[in-house]
């Protein structure tokens, strides 16, 4: 055992931690959601104190063999070992100065440990003296925020594309399968299936887009600023050389902020991009409400449609088998909208120079982005590529239904297309029964009318050149 002490006095921690005091009070203070601060986080507040580390050799301010030891001990972190001393709760108080001084003292105590020193003995390499040297928890933490936030899109944005991709590749097997297009959820036109998948793949298409912008927001970091984003204990050289070692550690292209006190002080970038992640989930939330709707049944419902059977349905019923994965889908966009208003709320909850509640707003995206990029993968991969068209039961609805009916305005007019689908709906024939027995219009004018490819594109079904 050693024993280590702090403002508050002394603390015995065992001689196999490797984090200090000031993570133990943490541990201890917030034992909360149950989850330590995301290892991406970890990932990217260790980066940042190598840059630091970095910068403050190159500039002297940091003698050279210890800023050494501390980037090796990064180095040995950044690539997966000590995980398992990132101990501090996801939701803290503090601002992430709990997270910043677990990140400094495992990382000093590794330093020490390659300087030949035993673990604790702090004048050897201090957490803050030297770990955390020209920084504060209020740059520290906001920059390696967003460092992990970007390290986090880039898998989501490359799903979108294939979720897509998939949807296209859906949109082209089913491009001559006509069936009933519905407006709140009343039988409609005809239109093609294939016309409905285009339609979320465009819509996925936007969200990519939006992935795109909510990169480029995260971009701006503060690092340098130090508390209040003025760069006290910062030196100058220091400010203007950081940042660009940053961007090289990480591959992003990272800029420092002009003016650093906004991004110490405001988190709207946050609310931001959480709001660009809150509306692909809800454009996702919406595809899977329809998968769902047109493959309800299969006997009593619509079933256009067939969704791959991933399991049994009921535990009661047999031969049921549920939406399961498109209702998975519905329940992380609930989450992912949840966890929007939550950050919403962080955000306009700071004060004056800082923000406090910036774990939460972190712990928030982190999950959305997490949820996006599992959800989407066995949304493409266990539901669209392997869904399968009912054609007839699409020919089926279409031709009992009066949706066609639509198609006859231009050549028998509103009034007579209506009564028409009266009878239709009275009788229980279809609109081709009542057509042809009634004499409205004769077989061939008819089929030109009702050809599927006419009654799926812009023009006049049966009009010469649409017009």
Same mark, same amino acid.
Request: a negative charge.
């Given at each position: 055992?050693?024993?280590?002490?702090?403002?508050?006095?002394?603390?015995?921690?065992?001689?196999?931690?490797?984090? #200090?005091?000031?993570?133990?009070?943490?541990?201890?203070?917030?034992?909360?959601?149950?989850?330590?601060?995301?290892?991406?986080?970890?990932?990217?507040?260790?980066?940042?104190?190598?840059?630091?580390?970095?910068?403050?050799?190159?500039?002297?301010?940091?003698?050279?063999?210890?800023?050494?030891?501390?980037?090796?001990?990064?180095?040995?972190?950044?690539?997966?070992?000590?995980?398992?001393?990132?101990?501090?709760?996801?939701?803290?108080?503090?601002? #992430?100065?709990?997270?910043?001084?677990n990140a400094n003292e495992?990382?000093?105590?590794?330093?020490?440990?390659?300087?030949?020193?035993?673990?604790?003995?702090?004048?050897?390499?201090?957490?803050?003296?030297?770990?955390?040297?020209?920084?504060?928890?209020?740059?520290?933490?906001?920059?390696?925020?967003?460092?992990?936030?970007?390290?986090?899109?880039?898998?989501?944005?490359?799903?979108?594309?294939?979720?897509?991709?998939?949807?296209?590749?859906?949109?082209?097997?089913?491009?001559?399968?006509?069936?009933?297009?519905?407006?709140?959820?009343?039988?409609?036109?005809?239109?093609?299936?294939?016309?409905?998948?285009?339609?979320?793949?465009?819509?996925?298409?936007?969200?990519?887009?939006?992935?795109?912008?909510?990169?480029?927001?995260?971009?701006?970091?503060?690092? #340098?600023?130090?508390?209040?984003?003025?760069?006290?204990?910062?030196?100058?050289?220091?400010?203007?050389?950081?940042?660009?070692?940053?961007?090289?550690?990480?591959?992003?292209?990272?800029?420092?902020?002009?003016?650093?006190?906004?991004?110490?002080?405001?988190?709207?970038?946050?609310?931001?991009?959480?709001?660009?992640?809150?509306?692909?989930?809800?454009?996702?939330?919406?595809?899977?409400?329809?998968?769902?709707?047109?493959?309800?049944?299969?006997?009593?419902?619509?079933?256009?449609?067939?969704?791959?059977?991933?399991?049994?349905?009921?535990?009661?019923?047999?031969?049921?088998?549920?939406?399961?994965?498109?209702?998975?889908?519905?329940?992380?966009?609930?989450?992912?909208?949840?966890?929007?208003?939550?950050?919403?709320?962080?955000?306009?909850?700071?004060?004056?120079?800082?923000?406090?509640?910036?774990?939460?707003?972190?712990?928030?995206?982190?999950?959305?982005?997490?949820?996006?990029?599992?959800?989407?993968?066995?949304?493409?991969?266990?539901?669209?590529?392997?869904?399968?068209?009912?054609?007839?039961?699409?020919?089926?609805?279409?031709?009992?239904?009066?949706?066609?009916?639509?198609?006859?305005?231009?050549?028998?007019?509103?009034?007579?297309?209506?009564?028409?689908?009266?009878?239709?709906?009275?009788s229980g024939r279809n609109?081709?029964?009542?057509?042809?027995?009634?004499?409205?219009?004769?077989?061939?004018?008819?089929?030109?009318?009702?050809?599927?490819?006419e009654l799926t594109r812009?023009?006049?079904?049966?009009?010469?050149?649409?017009?």
């Open positions: 055992m050693r024993i280590e002490h702090d403002l508050l006095g002394e603390r015995e921690l065992s001689d196999e931690c490797y984090y #200090g005091i000031h993570t133990l009070r943490a541990k201890e203070n917030f034992d909360l959601s149950g989850r330590s601060i995301h290892p991406k986080l970890v990932e990217a507040l260790v980066t940042v104190k190598k840059a630091c580390a970095i910068t403050n050799c190159e500039i002297g301010r940091l003698d050279k063999k210890i800023g050494e030891a501390i980037i090796k001990a990064c180095d040995e972190i950044i690539e997966g070992k000590y995980r398992d001393q990132f101990v501090v709760d996801a939701m803290q108080g503090g601002a #992430g100065t709990s997270a910043n001084m495992v990382i000093a105590n590794r330093a020490i440990e390659l300087l030949g020193g035993k673990r604790g003995d702090y004048t050897i390499v201090h957490p803050l003296d030297h770990v955390n040297m020209s920084q504060s928890t209020n740059d520290v933490f906001p920059t390696a925020v967003r460092i992990a936030a970007i390290k986090l899109l880039k898998p989501v944005s490359e799903l979108f594309a294939k979720l897509q991709n998939a949807l296209q590749e859906k949109e082209e097997e089913f491009v001559d399968v006509l069936k009933v297009g519905r407006t709140q959820l009343q039988d409609a036109v005809p239109v093609m299936l294939g016309q409905e998948f285009g339609a979320w793949a465009q819509a996925v298409s936007r969200d990519r887009w939006r992935l795109y912008k909510a990169e480029e927001r995260l971009r701006q970091v503060n690092l #340098g600023g130090t508390a209040a984003g003025t760069g006290i204990n910062a030196p100058k050289k220091y400010i203007f050389m950081v940042v660009d070692k940053l961007r090289e550690l990480t591959g992003i292209g990272l800029a420092r902020a002009e003016y650093m006190m906004d991004p110490t002080q405001n988190a709207d970038v946050f609310v931001e991009v959480s709001s660009l992640l809150k509306t692909s989930a809800v454009n996702l939330s919406k595809i899977a409400s329809d998968l769902r709707l047109l493959s309800s049944g299969p006997r009593a419902g619509f079933g256009e449609i067939n969704l791959p059977a991933v399991q049994a349905g009921s535990s009661i019923m047999p031969g049921k088998v549920n939406p399961v994965i498109p209702e998975a889908i519905n329940q992380i966009a609930f989450r992912i909208i949840g966890n929007d208003t939550v950050i919403a709320i962080a955000a306009q909850s700071g004060q004056l120079e800082l923000n406090p509640f910036l774990p939460v707003i972190a712990d928030s995206l982190f999950e959305t982005l997490d949820l996006l990029r599992k959800g989407l993968e066995i949304f493409t991969d266990n539901c669209i590529k392997g869904i399968k068209a009912d054609e007839k039961r699409c020919r089926e609805l279409v031709e009992n239904s009066f949706a066609l009916c639509t198609a006859l305005i231009p050549h028998i007019g509103y009034d007579k297309a209506s009564e028409v689908s009266k009878k239709c709906l009275k609109l081709r029964e009542v057509v042809l027995e009634e004499g409205i219009l004769d077989e061939e004018s008819l089929n030109s009318i009702l050809n599927p490819i812009p023009g006049v079904p049966g009009k010469k050149g649409g017009n």
